[in-house]
Nanobody, 115 residues
Framework: QVQLVESGGGLVQAGGSLRLSCAASGRIFSINGMGWYRQAPGKQRELVARITSGGSTNYADSVKGRFTISGDNAKNTVYLQMNNLKPEDTAVYYC?????????WGQGTQVTVSS
């Protein structure tokens, strides 16, 4: 099992910044990638950004140039730095990890961007 705990969500004005953290524990030795997803009310969960165990990253078009995903292997933690936030970024943000073909999810953290 892999446990994921997110932190760092909150309320911010448009144009502001937040940094989300996701700490992984448990059987993390075979995690091949981690990422951040988000789900806004009435919408499907969507990929925001992901990073592989080798450090490769990819982003949703809507956040390119504004969000940065990074990892700290020593702390088993993945971060999502979010800059120039927009009201449409408002959602519950979930951390995810893939261990082989098995996905694991965090409990989610709310990000609200006011206009």
């Amino acid at each position: 099992q892999v446990q994921l705990v997110e932190s760092g969500g909150g309320l911010v004005q448009a144009g502001g910044s937040l940094r989300l953290s996701c700490a992984a524990s448990g059987r993390i030795f075979s995690i091949n990638g981690m990422g951040w997803y988000r789900q806004a009310p009435g919408k499907q969960r969507e990929l925001v950004a992901r990073i592989t165990s080798g450090g490769s990253t990819n982003y949703a078009d809507s956040v390119k140039g504004r969000f940065t995903i990074s990892g700290d292997n020593a702390k088993n933690t993945v971060y999502l730095q979010m800059n120039n936030l927009k009201p449409e970024d408002t959602a519950v943000y979930y951390c995810a990890a893939a261990r082989g073909a098995t996905p694991y999810w965090g409990q989610g953290t709310q990000v609200t961007v006011s206009s």
